[in-house]
């Protein structure tokens, strides 16, 4: 081939030498042990499709019920040290 390309040769000559540092049975790990991290990719991806779409309305449902309770609970809070001042006796307005 001409310059900068990678002919059949030189593959088979890089495939010999990771072969020789690596081993076979390390290597035959490391195909599987990466076809399953691809399957579980994949399983993943398929599960949080149906989610995804779904669960976001709810948590939007979620948060704008409970942005209200913490209004009304900081208003409460605030009335009752109010309470705890020193007019204690005085009738509220």
Same mark, same amino acid.
């Given at each position: 081939m001409g310059m900068g390309g990678i002919s059949i040769w030189q593959l088979l000559i890089i495939l010999v030498i990771v072969l020789l540092i690596f081993g076979t049975k390390r290597l035959t790990g490391l195909g599987s042990d990466l076809g399953n991290a691809i399957k @579980?990719?994949?399983?993943?991806m398929k599960d949080g499709e149906g989610e995804g779409e779904a669960?976001? #309305?709810q948590k939007l449902e979620q948060a704008d019920a409970k942005a209200p309770a913490a209004g009304t609970a900081g208003s409460t809070?605030? @009335?009752a040290t109010a309470a705890t001042g020193a007019d204690q006796g005085k #009738?509220?307005?």
């Open positions: @579980g990719f994949r399983s993943a669960a976001e #309305p809070a605030a @009335g #009738p509220k307005v």
